[in-house]
C-alpha cells in the first residue's frame, strides 16, 4: 500500500511512553531532522515545479493549493504569505482546504474523504487552463486531493503533486511529482510531525523559488513586499537604502515617489526620471529589477 510508510511504525517507538521527558525530546527532534533531510532528493522536481507555477503567474494564471487536514494547513501557510512576500495579487492566489472555514475551527478527519465536496470546492474556484494546481498530501491517497487534481488535469490545468509515500496515487494526476520521501512517524501516522515538515520546507523552498524566478528578489532582499504596516514600511525603506547606496530617510521619500513600491524607488534612485519611466522599465524587464537597473547605468 502507498501509505505503508506514514503509518509505519517508527523503530525507537516502543517504550516512548517510558522515557524521561528529556529521552523523548531527543527522539522527536532527531526524527524531525531525519525528515528535513528527506527533502534533498526532492530539490530537482522542486525546481521543475517552480517553474511551471512561476510561469502560469507570469502568463496570467492563477496558482492554486489544495490540501485538507495538516498538510492542508502547511499549503495554506505557504499561500497566505506569498501577496505579503513577493507582491502577488491576492486574486491570483487561491487555497483549497478541505472543510474550509471549518477546518480552521475543528480539523476533522471526514472532510478529506468528501469527492463530492472536492468537485463542488473545484468548480467553484472555475480551475482551468493556465492554472498551476498543487495538491499535497502526507499519504497520497487522500479522496480530495486527488479528485481536484483529477478534475483540474480534465480542465486543462497544470497539476503538481507532493506527497511523502512512494507510488502515491496523487503522483498518477500530476504534470511533476514531489516525493518527500520522509522515515515513519515516532507517533505512527501523526503526520503533522515528520511528514509536516518536510512538506513545510519544500513549500518555502517551491515559493521562494518562485518569487525569485518572477523577478521579486534581488540579492536576498524581497523586492516585491508589500508594506503595510509599521514593521514591513521601514523594512522597505531599508532594502532600498541597501540597494540603491543612499540613507534611509532618503529611501523613505524615494519610497513616497514610489508609491511603496521598492522596485521603483530603487530605479529612481538610479536615474530614472518619475514612477513612469520606472514601471516602464520594468515591464520591458520582465519585473526584473537587475535587468532594469542596466538601463539606466
Do not use: W
Not at 472536492?118 to 495538491?135: F, N, Q, R, T
Not at 504534470?175 to 518555502?204: C, H, W, Y
Not at 523586492?223 to 530617510?249: C, P, Q, S, T, Y
Amino acid at each position: 500500500m502507498a501509505s505503508a510508510r506514514t503509518e509505519a511504525r517508527h523503530e525507537q517507538a516502543e517504550g516512548l511512553d517510558e522515557r524521561s521527558p528529556v529521552e523523548v525530546l531527543k527522539v522527536l527532534s532527531s526524527a524531525q531532522r531525519q525528515a528535513a533531510g528527506a527533502v534533498d532528493a526532492a530539490i530537482e522536481d522542486i525546481a521543475e515545479a517552480a517553474k511551471l507555477a512561476a510561469d502560469a503567474l507570469r502568463s496570467g494564471g492563477r496558482l492554486v493549493y489544495v490540501g485538507a487536514g495538516s498538510s492542508g494547513l502547511m499549503a495554506m501557510a505557504d499561500a497566505l504569505e506569498l501577496p505579503g512576500t513577493y507582491g502577488i495579487a491576492r486574486d491570483r492566489i487561491v487555497i483549497l482546504l478541505a472543510g474550509g472555514a471549518a477546518s480552521l475551527e475543528d480539523l476533522a478527519g471526514g472532510y478529506e474523504d468528501d469527492e463530492a465536496l472536492a468537485l463542488a470546492d473545484a468548480e467553484k474556484a472555475g480551475l482551468g487552463k493556465g492554472d498551476c494546481v498543487i495538491c499535497v498530501t502526507a499519504s497520497g491517497t487522500t479522496p480530495y486531493a486527488i479528485a481536484i487534481a483529477d478534475h483540474a488535469r480534465e480542465h486543462d490545468a497544470k497539476v503538481i503533486a507532493l506527497a511523502n509515500n512512494p507510488g502515491a496515487p496523487l503522483f498518477a494526476y500530476a504534470d511533476i511529482s514531489i516525493l518527500l520521501q520522509t522515515p515513519p512517524e515516532v507517533i505512527s501516522g501523526s503526520t503533522r510531525m515528520g511528514a509536516g515538515t518536510a512538506q513545510k520546507i519544500a513549500f518555502n523552498m517551491f515559493s521562494t523559488l518562485v518569487g525569485i524566478q518572477l523577478g521579486h528578489v534581488h540579492d536576498g532582499y524581497m523586492v516585491n513586499l508589500k508594506a503595510d504596516n509599521i514593521k514591513l514600511k521601514d523594512r522597505a525603506a531599508r532594502i532600498v537604502a541597501g540597494i540603491a547606496g543612499v540613507d534611509v530617510e532618503t529611501a523613505g521619500l524615494l519610497l513616497e515617489q514610489s508609491e511603496g513600491s521598492v522596485k521603483v524607488a530603487v530605479l529612481i534612485a538610479a536615474g530614472a526620471k518619475d514612477k513612469a519611466a520606472a514601471d516602464a522599465a520594468l515591464n520591458h524587464s520582465g519585473q526584473s529589477l537587475r535587468r532594469a537597473l542596466k538601463t539606466f547605468q
